[in-house]
């Protein structure tokens, strides 16, 4: 059994407290956040008081402590959780990477693609598993489509569109000293996962706005690949918070067209065929994707490379860094108005 332990309980600890709930052999042990209302389960006032979320959850069975450093040295905790502000995840990963735990990190994996690599460094030393969570490589719809790129299973893809379109979320986010701005926050979930389908971009070129957090906040990217498909990204958070968040891809391939849209709960996944010779176009059909989201499948995916002692592949330290330095060449190619070489 992976005893794990969850550093920062705010909207994305919640979120992952809630979705650890029923991974096979792992069970939830203990809890840290500097509030001591959150490291005692009062999550009052936060989002996450829904139904079914992280306030119903037993914690008679979890410890909390308001120090992250009690949480890591702990002998009842195998796997370190951390989902604390971006600035504090360099040195509570090599913390935990130090004291031989198995880590789960939020993205992104630093506030640098600097420090993503000195923690990349640590955690190829170190005695337990390291994973960055990258949730968007496990997101049902999105495993999909690496899949059906990398298998050719529609021909080639021509064009490649992802928009990632939402509001400045409340607190330190409006910091981009803390936060990088929507461009690393936000953004960075497609530019990664371009980088996970198509590999490291030659170049990029980005158009974009700097917004309240004195970072890019609005960005628009071309990533170029060497005889490669055009590939764009869009994300922002200059949307009006009435609007809802938008969330999706639409694929050109050879043999078909793949679109995802988070706003369509009913049928996520649209893939539409071309006609084979004269005969009648298939019907459009709804790809059928797997259960739950992205964070439970990661978590999932985690504990059995923890049980059958392998090394995760699906995403690693290195690729997580690799993805912020991409970031960071967009952020110079808005502030200069050029083409960026990686
Ligand atoms: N994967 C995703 O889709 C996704 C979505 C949102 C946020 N995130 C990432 O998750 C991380 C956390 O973001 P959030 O939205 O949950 O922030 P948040 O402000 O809602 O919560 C942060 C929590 O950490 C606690 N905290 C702060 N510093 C701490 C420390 N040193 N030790 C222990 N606890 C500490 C705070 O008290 C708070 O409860 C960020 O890196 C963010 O980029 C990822």
Redesign the pocket.
Known sequence: MTNVGI???????QMHLTAWEGIAGTRRRMV????PR?AAGDFSGSWANMEGGAKSIDFTKIIGTTD?MELIHSDEVDLVDI????P??LD?ALAAIKAGKHVLC???LARTAKDARIIAKAAAQGKGLFMP?M?LRFWPGWSWLKQAVEKGTYGKVISAEFNRIGSL?P??FSNGEW?GGAIL?LHL?DTDFVHYVFGMPEAVSSSGWVGPSDCVDHVHTQYFFADGPVVTAEGSWAAAPSMPFEMSYRVLFEEASAEFRLDRPEAPLMLYRRAKGNRKPPEPKPVKCPAGDGYKLEMAYLSKCIRKGITPSIVTPTEAADSIRIVEAETKSVLTGRRVRL
Do not use: N, Q, Y
């Open positions: 550093i920062g309980l705010g909207m994305m600890g840290a956040d500097t509030d959150r992250p989902c604390v502000p971006t504090f995840h509570l939020e993205k992104p969570a949730c979320p607190g330190w936060s926050d979930h």
